[in-house]
């Protein structure tokens, strides 16, 4: 599949909770979480994990066995992608950032960061290198861009803040972060977090005011 194919859509229009699996970096911090579990709030304590798999057997499901091949490749963590996509577009701040595979099978990050009007950029970021790539600006109309500009002036929680959170829940990997709005229309950090004893991932939706995990979902796919 080319780039262009798999270039995420902004933000806003494309919202994909509990779709990114774990991204597993070294001595990264972020936490991602599969499941078919929805809880309103991060005071439940989330179901224990199996050994290998909740399959028959214990056996990994195909979600799973991608991410167990996916997330040890990774050398670059969410927040150095980030980083090296906010360097590459001037003025910018971090909306989203995405551990997938790239041409070859290797890992990358799919990240996007915007100015304060709203204006959005997609950057792939090397996953082992942490090279970023040329940033593409995305067509969005301007209700999207004058939206996107509200939720960053509402978010008083940085990525990385809203991260510690999800990892403070549940240990593992950061897979994937990304600055969104939940059904209630409340603005959030969706977390998603890998464990890598059973490769399941977990989403965690943090308010972007008070860090308030707002809704917790396991994905065991």
């Known amino acids: 599949m080319d780039e262009s194919t798999r270039r995420s859509s902004a933000v806003r229009r494309r919202r994909t909770v509990g779709a990114v699996c774990a991204l597993a970096v070294m001595g990264g911090g972020l936490l991602v979480g599969c499941g078919d579990d929805d809880k309103g709030g991060g005071d439940e304590a989330s179901p224990p994990a199996s050994s290998g798999s909740d399959s028959p057997g214990g056996r990994l499901t195909e979600d799973q066995r991608e991410r167990k091949a996916l997330i040890p490749?990774?050398?670059?963590?969410?927040?150095?992608?980030?980083?090296?996509?906010?360097?590459t577009v001037k003025d910018t701040e971090p909306v989203k950032a995405e551990l997938d595979s790239g041409p070859g099978g290797s890992p990358r990050w799919e990240t996007e960061v915007a100015t304060s009007d709203g204006t959005a950029?997609?950057?792939?970021?090397?996953?082992v290198s942490g090279k970023a790539g040329k940033p593409r600006a995305e067509q969005d109309d301007a209700d999207d861009r004058k939206e996107l500009a509200s939720w960053l002036g509402k978010a008083k929680v940085t990525a990385e803040q809203a991260a510690q959170v999800a990892i403070g829940e549940k240990k593992g990997t950061v897979a994937a972060i990304e600055l969104d709005d939940d059904d209630s229309g409340k603005v959030v950090w969706s977390v998603d977090v890998v464990t890598p004893k059973d490769w399941n991932k977990t989403t965690y939706d943090i308010d972007v005011t008070n860090r308030k995990v707002l809704r917790e979902h396991v994905d065991r796919d």
């Open 121 to 127: 950029h997609a950057v792939f970021v090397d996953g």
């Open 73 to 87: 490749k990774a050398k670059v963590t969410y927040d150095k992608a980030l980083d090296a996509a906010t360097k």
